[in-house]
């Protein structure tokens, strides 16, 4: 362990580097039509955690490799998911107003925008990634690899299946293996290939890569267990949402499975795992440490 | 001129091909979540006219290359123009319940699976563009910079910026200039880009690229006069959808703007420089040639 190292000072850092990144590919309503980069930005700049991001920062710092040289692949996996928390809040689909305590897109700028959104930033998110030209030190076979990898975590048989199979299952009573299911798909896919992204991109070994996929297997299945123990009990004021939401539509969560405490024991037992997943990297791999503890932790 | 070339056969052709790699690429419902795949094979094959990747595919072939191997972007460029199709239907857009004579994705499978499917087409077809497996004997840096191309068409400076002027001139008196900006940028940058994409990938020298994409602009803008002149005066029974809907919807278009009669001087012009474009073509371009004619004679 590194005494010195501030987990806070870390994250508050990682995440002035990535909202300059974004500030850098989306500046301002400068661009024509300017309805749509507003849009764009509103949801951007909305207060996210970047955690996708700052696991792919991290996992290429781990490896060795610099923050700079991936920031492209870290934005795009932020974009992807911002898109999906904009079409998930749709009228269609949660019908949520209210977002991290900011209206959501469709409540500002309308349904039809609110779709455009995020259908722009999911392009443009692939935009960002294949322009070799913003990894220039990087090989065309990894940027490849990392993009392929990226659109089969957030296709079908990802994140869009994994929301399928959520709507699918509000209100039916879905066992453990179920839920595991939909959680790797809906959430699990999209963390794990953000620490798969930054390591491929800096060049890690395959032993390296496989020990950070493990990693991102554990920390995003305590993450979502965490995110569901917070529906339950977190604070709305910090939460920027009411909580409860989740058992008042029904849906099947680890604490409704397995009650609080069991869950609560879950995600300690997976942060551990997490932990040793990382045992042959040195202090570089600090920062992924203190982040698998910190979900633990969170009460935002 | 090849006097033995018949249009109407290559054509038919060239869908059962791509019919056929669709088949390959989403094979019925084996796969989970099955809803997603049915609503995608839905749109898939649905009964599009193919003109994205049949012209990816021609390209290919009028600089000498081979047609199957530029198959997977020939795909993914049809999949971005029916995810497109699929959102601008939704009730918050268009409001569309058919489109080519069938009930609309969200007719069909609701409008959350709707938008889920649109969002699934265009991941998945990032991922097919991506796979440097599908399209072994192509450089990666090619691959790379096809998908780049067909981001930058699709995004925000593309199709969804041109989709957003649309909507903001609905009902609005708009000139000449900026009718073709939002063609432009809403059809024809994607028309443009199957061209490109075919041409790159075939390993186009810059002046025969440069050609292709000369030849993309002009059948890219005769054929959306044509669909605008087809909406007001085509058979509904063989358009698939009532006529007169843009009118309806206080939609500017070329004829609204120019009159019939000059919409269509204006396409038969277009068409002309199209052929212009192919001057220093050889009989492979025979297809492209034919495809600009075609624009005319369309009654579909």
Same sequence: chains 1, 2.
Avoid: W
Avoid at 196 to 206: S, T, W
Wanted: charged content about 30%; aromatic content about 6%; proline content about 4%.
């Amino acid at each position: 362990m590194n005494p010195d190292f501030s987990l806070k000072e870390y994250l508050n850092n990682r995440k002035t580097l990535i909202d300059r990144a974004f500030d850098d590919y989306f500046p301002g309503d400068k661009d024509e039509p300017p309805e749509i980069f507003q849009a764009v930005r509103y949801s951007l700049l909305a207060g996210g955690k970047r955690i996708r991001p700052i696991l792919c920062l991290a996992a290429a710092e781990a490896v060795g490799g610099n923050v700079e040289a991936v920031m492209p692949a870290a934005c795009a996996l932020e974009m992807i998911h911002t898109y999906s928390l904009i079409h998930d809040d749709l009228p269609a689909m949660d019908n949520d107003d209210y977002r991290r305590g900011k209206p959501t897109s469709h409540k500002v700028f309308g349904e039809a925008m609110a779709i455009l959104a995020g259908d722009a930033l999911l392009t443009e998110a692939f935009r960002l990634l294949t322009d070799r030209k913003r990894m220039p030190d990087i090989p065309a076979e990894k940027i490849l690899d990392v993009s392929l990898e990226i659109a089969e975590a957030a296709g079908c048989r990802g994140m869009v299946g994994g929301q399928v199979q959520d709507i699918r299952a509000e209100g039916v009573k879905v066992d453990l293996d179920t839920l595991h299911a939909i959680h790797r798909r809906k959430t699990g896919a999209l963390l794990r290939v953000s620490l798969r992204a930054g390591a491929i991109l800096a060049g890690a070994e395959d032993v390296a890569l496989a020990d950070l996929s493990d990693y991102g297997d554990k920390i995003g299945l305590a993450f979502q267990i965490a995110d569901d123990i917070l529906n339950v009990e977190g604070d709305p004021a910090i939460l920027g949402k009411g909580t409860g939401s989740d058992a008042a539509r029904g849906k099947m969560t680890f604490p409704s499975l397995l009650g609080i405490e069991a869950s609560r024991a879950r995600a300690e037992e997976l942060v551990l795992e997490a932990h040793t997943s990382l045992a042959s990297f040195d202090n570089r791999a600090t920062p992924l440490r203190a982040i698998a503890r910190y979900i633990l932790e969170r009460r935002f």
